[in-house]
């Protein structure tokens, strides 16, 4: 049960990681027009219309996503080219409605495409690609006599490498179905939705190196893929406790299987008093190692330094083996307390570097789930000063900095096998920013950004193809919108203006949602009262009385500088002006990029 529970718990925080991959997308900086080009070819099967591809270019976003910044489609020759570019790190999306996607150094998913490094005014020339007729592979999950079929998770990746191109599940009666796969040889994982059942690889193996490779030939459907299912019942375990120099928290420090290989298998938390166990395992010789709470340390593996020197762990047929303990480095930790959290969602503290060298791109040096309680523990942190992130928005509220803002955070110190208190924060219900990017500005190459009072950015986000766009997770508090163009030649306008210094200012409460936020919505100034008629000043018979000023029925909002609430200006429906000109740009390609990653990742961390 304790491994059904882990992994229930991966494939949720896997899921979040996507979102959480669009945390940082606001501190990407914008990519105007530059002298960098990329060019190439693409080449299609015989019938298939070249023109039709579309080609798009990802840029480099922090910690875990790559975010679209501008498509093309090749001409009948297959040519292509990306020219105004930035400097900066990039990937090449290749999709075409009848063939199979490709990325940019032949590789069939994002994980394995290398980045494409651009300096100022190089042309990098050469990227180019070849699509397939897409194959599929099929077969049947067979589970013990007796037992009724459940959902089982089934992977394809190539015999070379270590991430899924592919996956799907199964039907009510244990069959499925691997579609759209480019020609090579594969290798296929199945693995329970309950833990109830061995992780199993094609061929009956039980890890991905025995598995027999299946070779797939451009176009070809292959069935018969058959496989049998283990019940876990029938297995071993093995057990400790985890803990760390110097005394401080392990619960929830990440457990690995490996087999005698090192081949990983699957994972396992530590409860709060450091104790872990690691169930249903089948006869044979294993290792077993705390993963890195942080990108750039190392495992911490049971008798050994590394993974060639850790002792292997005999274990008999329905065997538990007890006694593996691990002592982890000294480190420090961070604790607090949400106030006003009751368990209704997800949230979740990240801890980032004081002092990055890259603040465009901050890289997390822990995280940790808020319990239901509003307790939080993120352990395992190096010494030094950081910056503590509530990142709200799966659980419906707000994300915040602790004391400010990214840009104003309060440092916190972190010292080495001792443990930071308080370090408290209060939820908000989110509220949100909706409106429509609209004509001329072109949606798919429009970024949507808001802005606090001090002019730091508090959210961001990108138009869907409609034109409609939703900023949420934002505290309650002022802020200004801004449409920021991301393709070269176009330039960026302002909700109810047309400078930061004219646009709008609107304001928020907590979970509230304000809607109507559209590009092409300015304010009129202020009109300016009329002195009121003298008895002597009575207009002649040819004047008229000058009109009232009439009250606008919009949703009130403030104008910038410094006007009062009781001068502000009416809303005009003037439109945007007529001198920004629309580029085409791609839009609607994150969750497909989504997709492939969550199944690459959910992959390499299972195995």
């Known amino acids: 049960m304790a491994r059904a529970i882990s992994r229930a718990r991966t494939r949720l925080a896997l899921l979040l990681s996507l979102m959480f991959g669009l945390v940082f997308v606001g501190l990407v900086p914008a990519h105007a027009a530059g002298t960098a080009s990329i060019s190439g070819t693409v080449t299609v099967p015989a019938g298939v219309d070249v023109t039709q591809a579309t080609v798009t270019l990802m840029v480099n976003s922090p910690e875990w996503l790559t975010t679209p910044v501008s498509e093309t489609s090749?001409?009948?020759?297959?040519?292509?080219?990306?020219?105004?570019?930035?400097?900066?790190?990039?990937?090449?999306?290749?999709?075409?409605?009848?063939?199979?996607?490709?990325?940019?150094?032949g590789s069939p998913i994002e994980a394995t495409a290398p980045w494409i490094e651009l300096a100022d005014a190089q042309e990098v020339t050469g990227q180019d690609a070849s699509m397939f007729i897409p194959g599929s592979i099929s077969g049947k999950v067979i589970f013990p006599d007796g037992a009724a079929p459940e959902l089982i998770f089934v992977s394809a990746s190539l015999s070379s490498g270590e991430f899924a191109i592919a996956a799907t599940t199964t039907d009510a009666d244990g069959n499925y179905l691997l579609g759209n796969l480019p020609p090579g040889s594969y290798k296929l994982n199945f693995d329970s939705s309950t833990g109830d059942y061995f992780p199993v690889w094609n061929g009956g193996s039980m890890n991905q190196q025995d598995a027999p490779e299946i070779a797939l030939a451009?176009?070809?459907?292959?069935?018969?893929?058959?496989?049998?299912?283990?019940?876990?019942?029938?297995?071993?375990?093995?057990?400790?406790?985890?803990?760390?120099?110097?005394?401080?928290?392990?619960?929830?420090?990440?457990?690995?299987?490996?087999?005698?290989?090192?081949?990983?298998?699957?994972?396992?938390?530590?409860?709060?008093?450091?104790?872990?166990?690691?169930?249903?395992?089948?006869?044979?010789?294993?290792?077993?190692?705390?993963?890195?709470?942080?990108?750039?340390?190392?495992?911490?593996?049971?008798?050994?330094?590394?993974?060639?020197?850790?002792?292997?762990?005999?274990?008999?047929?329905?065997?538990?083996?007890?006694?593996?303990?691990?002592?982890?480095?000294?480190?420090?930790?961070?604790?607090?307390?949400?106030?006003g959290y009751a368990g209704d969602g997800g949230v979740l503290v990240q801890v980032f570097p004081a002092l990055n060298p890259e603040p465009d791109f901050p890289t997390s040096l822990g995280s940790a789930w808020v319990k239901p309680d509003g307790s939080y523990s993120v352990t395992g942190l190096p010494a030094g000063q950081v910056i503590v992130r509530l990142v709200g928005r799966p659980g419906g509220y707000a994300d915040q900095w602790y004391g400010g803002t990214f840009a104003s955070a309060t440092p916190v110190s972190i010292v080495e096998g001792q443990a930071t208190l308080g370090i408290d924060f209060t939820v908000y219900r989110q509220a949100m920013i909706q409106g429509q990017v609209k004509a001329p500005l072109d949606p798919s190459s429009t970024r949507i950004r808001v802005l606090d009072a001090a002019g730091n950015e508090a959210g961001a986000g990108f138009a869907l193809q409609d034109g409609s766009y939703a900023v949420d997770g934002l505290m309650p508090g002022s802020y200004k919108v801004e449409f920021m163009a991301t393709a070269p030649g176009q330039v960026t306008t302002w909700y109810g203006g047309k400078t930061l210094a004219t646009a709008a200012?609107?304001?928020?409460?907590?979970?509230?949602?304000?809607?109507?936020?559209?590009?092409?919505?300015?304010?009129?100034?202020?009109?300016?009262?009329?002195?009121?008629?003298?008895?002597?000043?009575?207009?002649?018979?040819?004047?008229?009385?000058?009109?009232?000023?009439?009250?606008?029925?919009?949703?009130?909002?403030?104008?910038?500088?410094?006007?009062t609430a009781t001068d502000s200006g009416e809303l005009a429906e003037t439109g945007a002006p007529a001198s920004l000109a629309p580029l085409g740009l791609a839009g609607g390609v994150l969750g497909a990029v989504g997709v492939v990653l969550l199944v690459a990742t959910r992959l390499r961390t299972r195995r």
């Open 74 to 105: 090749p001409d009948a020759a297959g040519a292509y080219s990306f020219s105004g570019l930035e400097p900066g790190q990039y990937k090449l999306m290749f999709s075409h409605s009848a063939t199979t996607p490709a990325w940019n150094g």
């Open 505 to 563: 200012v609107l304001t928020l409460a907590a979970g509230q949602t304000l809607t109507g936020v559209d590009s092409d919505v300015i304010i009129a100034p202020s009109p300016s009262p009329s002195p009121k008629p003298t008895p002597t000043d009575k207009p002649t018979p040819t004047e008229k009385p000058t009109p009232k000023p009439t009250v606008s029925d919009k949703p009130a909002i403030q104008p910038a500088g410094n006007v």
């Open 218 to 339: 451009e176009g070809a459907t292959l069935s018969g893929e058959d496989v049998a299912l283990t019940p876990v019942t029938e297995g071993g375990g093995i057990s400790g406790t985890i803990s760390r120099l110097g005394g401080g928290e392990t619960e929830g420090a990440m457990v690995q299987l490996f087999d005698a290989s090192g081949e990983p298998l699957y994972t396992t938390t530590a409860a709060a008093d450091g104790s872990y166990e690691l169930s249903g395992i089948t006869a044979g010789s294993y290792k077993v190692a705390v993963l890195p709470t942080r990108s750039g340390d190392l495992p911490v593996w049971f008798g050994g330094t590394d993974e060639g020197t850790a002792a292997l762990i005999e274990v008999a047929a329905g065997e538990l083996v007890t006694g593996i303990d691990i002592v982890l480095p000294a480190a420090g930790s961070l604790h607090g307390t949400v106030s």
